[in-house]
């Protein structure tokens, strides 16, 4: 890759080409749960390089606004949230939640000319969700399934990864990896065990991949075969521009996650398990709230993982020689984020050696390049913005060797992901 592409992914911040392109989406910005109550306590949102304090008013209306204060500057994380508005705790001017100056105590003639960088905020899926890109664009509200669904079936969860997004995307869409950064725990983890998937991802580490491409992203089928003349396709969608689905395992939730860059060098990312036809059980969420699954235990008070670059991720080198993990570091999230972290903030794709099993991965950079550049170009909306777009599932089949995967899904009119049918 050439190092101008590879900024061009990356960078994130006001006007780059990039940054231009993720501001047309509505973006995971808080948790609802951050936010629980009128009047309640701002908090600090770090977003595509910009710095911002989300606070819910009197009324229950979301604002998210710039940071610093109009007046010299000071921090409205340290403000005061009360009667309407966000009100500065240096000088007492007040913010309403489209940033406008409410009051000025010095100079109240000066108020209606003062106004800070705000964004509109939907909640859906438990979820804040904003947006930064130009008024006259604003996309219908996010309508990726889980947001959509009764709040018994859906888990949500986040923590801040010190890496590029694109790092985060790139191990969501590369099946091959699971082969063996997380061979020995997907038999392990409660939320993960007891499917299909063990004997086959233990069992064929050189999966076939095959891209298809939606109006929304892509779709990677990842084939491994037995020896009984089985296939086994996990079946993941990449939704632009920082979702994946990863394919489900047997009856256990669906999955989805998303790379949110809070900056070029740092992201959240977010962690959604998810049943559309039943409330996922107390032992599920459980298991969730314990670090199971795709989530995490935190440092306290913090969204930062226990496992982190500070403790080299509780490496254990006597459970990778007893094949307990293959890296060394437990848990099938912490050795992701090992791995991603592990490459710098921003890994130089210049230096790279890509094989077979990295088509899904070049293709998405290819993709999300060409998206960005067009945008760029015309401000063409880009694929994934559409509520139709967004509109998809993972899936996890086995069919007998000789079949043809999309051959099989279009005559039985499956879509991807049919959880009754498409999850084993
Ligand atoms: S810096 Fe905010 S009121 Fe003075
Ligand atoms: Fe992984």
Wanted: overall charge neutral; aromatic content about 8%.
């Amino acid at each position: 890759m050439r190092p101008e592409d590879n900024q061009t992914l990356t960078q994130v911040g006001p006007g780059t080409p990039m940054g231009g392109m993720m501001r047309r989406y509505w973006v995971p910005a808080a948790l609802s749960s951050e936010l629980p109550d009128a009047d309640c306590s701002p908090i600090r949102v770090r977003l595509l390089g910009e710095d911002l304090v989300a606070f819910r008013d009197s009324e229950r209306r979301l604002g998210l606004v710039e940071e610093f204060c109009a007046h010299r500057r000071a921090s409205l994380y340290f403000g005061r949230n009360e009667e309407g508005g966000l009100r500065c705790s240096y000088h007492g001017w007040k913010y309403d939640v489209g940033g406008q100056c409410v009051d000025l105590p010095q100079q109240p003639s000066y108020a209606p000319k003062i106004a800070i960088r705000s964004y509109p905020c939907v909640e859906a899926g438990d979820v804040v969700w904003a947006y930064m890109g130009p008024p006259e664009l604003r996309p219908d509200p996010p309508s990726v399934e889980w947001a959509t669904i009764p709040a018994e079936g859906r888990y949500v969860s986040k923590w801040l990864q010190y890496s590029n997004y694109l790092q985060g995307i790139e191990g969501a869409i590369d099946s091959s990896h699971v082969s063996f950064l997380h061979r020995y725990e997907i038999e392990q983890n409660p939320l993960l065990k007891k499917t299909a998937a063990t004997e086959f991802i233990k069992g064929d580490a050189n999966p076939e991949f095959d891209i298809d491409h939606t109006s929304g992203g892509l779709i990677v089928y990842a084939k491994r075969r037995d020896r009984n003349g089985r296939a086994y396709y996990r079946i993941t969608q990449m939704l632009m521009p920082w979702f994946s689905f990863p394919p489900p395992f047997g009856h256990h939730p669906l999955l989805c996650q998303a790379w949110v860059p809070c900056d070029d060098e740092s992201c959240m990312v977010w962690s959604i398990s998810y049943c559309t036809d039943r409330a996922l059980t107390a032992e599920e969420r459980a298991a969730m709230a314990d670090g199971g699954g795709i989530n995490v235990t935190y440092v306290p008070g913090t969204f930062i993982p226990i496992q982190n670059r500070s403790n080299n991720y509780l490496l254990d080198r006597a459970a990778q020689k007893a094949k307990k993990t293959f890296s060394g570091v437990v848990g099938l999230v912490a050795a992701d984020v090992a791995i991603q972290e592990s490459m710098g903030a921003i890994v130089d794709r210049s230096l790279e050696h890509l094989v077979h099993t990295d088509k899904a991965v070049a293709e998405t950079r290819r993709m999300m390049l060409e998206a960005a550049r067009n945008h760029a170009k015309g401000r063409t909306t880009p694929p994934g913005v559409s509520s139709e777009s967004q509109r998809i599932r993972p899936g996890s089949l086995i069919l007998p060797v000789e079949e043809d995967v999309r051959e099989f899904l279009r005559k039985g009119q499956l879509r991807v992901g049919d959880q009754a049918v498409l999850s084993v």
